[in-house]
Nanobody, 115 residues
């Protein structure tokens, strides 16, 4: 199983980025897909999650600015980030939760928002 995250970079406050996470090696049994982030000196936090039925949830600080989505085959999960703020600066990680309880992580992609 591999999760390959991409799309991070340096952007000015108010700008946008779209993160992508391509999944391979998982044929079925995905319960949910999610994006987490970890800022320097802080704990990793769940940013957005999409379940197999398409329902989504977000942390309060990104509601209305970020959108999580997947392609039809659930092979790629996206995080569209608009109106970025310096406090969104972090390493972003994608994750896939399985029906059997397992959790797979992708490598991080760094998002830096300058003021």
């Amino acid at each position: 199983v591999q999760l390959q995250a991409s799309g991070g970079g340096l952007v000015q406050a108010g700008g946008s980025l779209r993160l992508s996470c391509a999944t391979s090696g998982i044929m079925f049994g995905i319960r949910s897909q999610a994006w987490y982030r970890q800022a320097p000196g802080k704990q990793r936090e769940l940013v957005a999650q999409i379940s197999r039925d398409g329902s989504t949830n977000y942390i309060d600080s990104v509601k209305g600015r970020f959108t999580i989505s997947t392609d039809n085959a659930q092979k790629t999960v996206y995080l569209r980030m608009n109106s970025l703020k310096p406090e969104d600066t972090a390493v972003y990680y994608c994750a896939v939760g399985m029906l059997g309880g397992g959790l797979y992580w992708g490598q991080g992609t760094l998002v830096t928002v300058s003021s």
